[in-house]
């Protein structure tokens, strides 16, 4: 192994051991590649039998017309002002017969709903 791909490898490894140190869960896959679905690894033993990865956060990204939003309830993540979403375009919603457009992007941006989720599509 060279220099370079043995930090790389090293770095990787810190990384996984501070995210485990922190409660966090790793997955991990043989590396014999014979099964190759990652499964949540709750006690990481970090041996050369296994391949470790960090588990990736969700990402959220905004919601078009296929969503249908109209009736929900959301919060504006500063004020925590609440509204329901009244009408539903191709550009955006509306919130409440006096609020005008809320882009999709800003709706994601700035609003959660209820539960806390946030208001777009988990990808």
Not at 23 to 42: A, F, L
Not at 52 to 74: A, F, Q
């Amino acid at each position: 192994m060279k220099g370079r791909e043995r930090y790389t490898q090293i770095a990787k490894l810190i990384s996984q051991f501070k995210y485990d140190a922190d409660g966090n869960v790793i997955n991990c896959e043989m590396r014999t590649k014979t099964w190759s679905d990652w499964i949540r690894d709750y006690k990481p033993y970090f041996d050369s039998v296994f391949e470790h990865r960090i588990i990736p956060e969700p990402t959220y990204v905004p919601y078009d017309m296929e969503e249908t939003l109209i009736g929900l309830k959301i919060r504006h993540i500063e004020s925590g002002t609440l509204y329901v979403i009244t009408q539903q375009n191709v550009s955006g919603v509306y919130l409440g017969p006096w609020i005008s457009l809320i882009s999709y992007e800003n709706l994601l941006k700035f609003y959660v709903f209820i539960n806390g989720n946030p208001c777009g599509v988990k990808r």
